[in-house]
């Protein structure tokens, strides 16, 4: 009787981890990234060894009951997957990619995770754009480095990406875009008559309606042969 008691308790531990999981998966959308997951690892591996954590503190809760709380392990969880090191987002939105480019370290800045960049009238940019960009790092490398036009390395204001469908958007000021500069991305919204962003980046649009995260240029430094001085041209 006593070793079926043990049983059922385990099973309700089962359960309990099965809901939980459910209910992070439900309220911090951690397959948000399924496909990406799946191909890096990293993040799968992250929820699935913290899954594996909470089975483990489960069944020696049926052994030892004052070990630890259901509630403590569910909170311990959810804890270890919203820290920074497990967040599912912390691979495809780094806060702050500084790709280089000629010499220079181009800095930018995470404003928002679901926003587009806005000048300060509230107006968006204009963008081209590319797809297949693994991660936020990679949009600002492409940007920098994948437009090998130079007038549009100087514009560029800072970029748009969405994790879900892979979409980079490297955003200029209105104009900078044309049908010859234009061959270095993959789509463009040059051509239509809607009024574009001027300056730099100093509001938000359509916050938390998009997938797509804002990115700000904020500046760029001159690397030294010994990287110990530089200069800082900061963006207006």
């Keep these: 009787r006593r070793r079926m ?16 999981i459910k209910k992070i998966k439900r309220e911090h959308n951690i397959f948000r990234h ?35 709380s259901p509630v403590a ?44 960049c806005a000048d300060a ?34 514009a560029l204001r800072g970029f748009e990406y969405n994790c879900g469908s892979t979409a980079c958007r490297c955003l200029y000021d209105q104009g900078s875009i044309n049908s010859a500069n234009s061959r270095s991305f993959r789509d463009s919204n040059y051509n239509n008559r809607s ?3 001027r300056g730099s980046i100093k509001r938000l649009s359509g916050k938390r309606t998009t997938s797509f995260a804002c990115y700000k240029r904020v500046g760029s430094e001159l690397l030294e042969e010994d990287d110990v001085t530089s200069s800082l041209r900061g963006r207006n």
């Excluded at 008691?5 to 939980?20: D, G, L, M």
């Excluded at 060894?49 to 069944?59: I, K």
């Design 5 to 20: 008691k043990h049983e059922t308790s385990f099973f309700i531990s089962i359960i309990r981890t099965v809901v939980v």
């Design 34 to 68: 399924l496909p990406r997951a799946l191909k890096q690892h990293n993040t799968m591996k992250a929820f699935l060894t913290a899954a594996v954590l909470l089975t483990s503190v489960s069944a020696q809760m049926v052994f030892d009951p004052e070990l630890v």
């Design 73 to 116: 392990a569910a909170a311990a969880m959810e804890a270890e997957l919203l820290d920074g090191r497990s967040d599912p987002n912390a691979d495809c939105f780094p806060e702050r990619p500084r790709p280089v480019r000629n010499g220079q370290r181009n800095r930018f800045n995470l404003e928002s995770l679901s926003a587009f």
């Design 121 to 154: 009238n509230g107006v968006t940019y204009e963008w081209g754009s590319q797809n297949r960009i693994n991660n936020a790092d990679e949009c600002a490398e492409f940007c920098v480095n994948g437009v090998p036009n130079d007038s549009l390395y100087d």
């Design 195 to 197: 009024t574009k962003g």
